[in-house]
């Protein structure tokens, strides 16, 4: 379920005056132009206000409220905020506004509801393959999108596609073994 924005701009900027290293009052920044941006997010059309180079992240976790994206390093180096871009998984820290264009956003709160779980989360639950659970929306989305072009994968192939997703509790091979499942699952159905 998407929450409609708020009106909040996202600009990035610094306010109108910005502390020296000495801590004095230096000269104002320049501020960024915002403008509406409009994006296909979970299959709902949404706009935002925000400056186009803004990572699709921060407009995600900000004025749109899908917390279940995670910002992890920032830096395109954990999986933490993967999402799907069409059918890729893609990283949103990394990825300016500009560049989504009209392609559809998916995110962990699209794949699947409580009612219907998406095969990959019932998996999930049954290998009981959270700990922290930090991580896990990266991976799902990582896993989805590799589901997506290879239905049935081998476990090399789901070790590969899960490869830029990092997780610090060490649950990779109860992963690893949910995205089978929910390979096998899905073949069954
Ligand atoms: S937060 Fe985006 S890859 Fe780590
Ligand atoms: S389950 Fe804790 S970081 Fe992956």
Request: hydrophobic content about 40%.
């Amino acid at each position: 379920m998407i929450r409609r924005p708020e009106t909040q701009a996202i600009d990035g900027s610094a306010g109108p005056e910005t502390p020296t290293a000495d801590g004095r009052q230096g000269p104002a920044s320049p501020r960024p132009e915002t403008r509406a941006v409009r994006l296909r997010i979970n299959g709902a059309a949404v706009s935002v206000e925000a400056d186009p180079a803004t990572p699709l992240l921060s407009v995600l976790r900000g004025p749109l409220g899908l917390m279940g994206t995670r910002f992890g390093c920032g830096a395109n180096q954990c999986g933490a905020c993967h999402v799907l871009l069409g059918d890729r998984a893609v990283a949103a820290c990394d990825l300016p506004l500009w560049s989504v264009g009209d392609e559809a956003i998916t995110t962990v709160e699209g794949l699947g509801t409580p009612e219907r779980p998406h095969p990959l989360q019932s998996a999930f639950v049954a290998e009981q393959a959270m700990q922290c659970g930090y991580c896990v929306s990266g991976i799902l989305i990582s896993a989805a999108a590799l589901l997506r072009r290879n239905p049935r994968p081998t476990e090399a192939e789901v070790r590969a596609a899960l490869d830029r997703n990092l997780c610090r509790c060490g649950a990779h091979n109860r992963m690893v073994r949910a995205v089978l499942r929910a390979a096998q699952a899905d073949a069954a159905a």
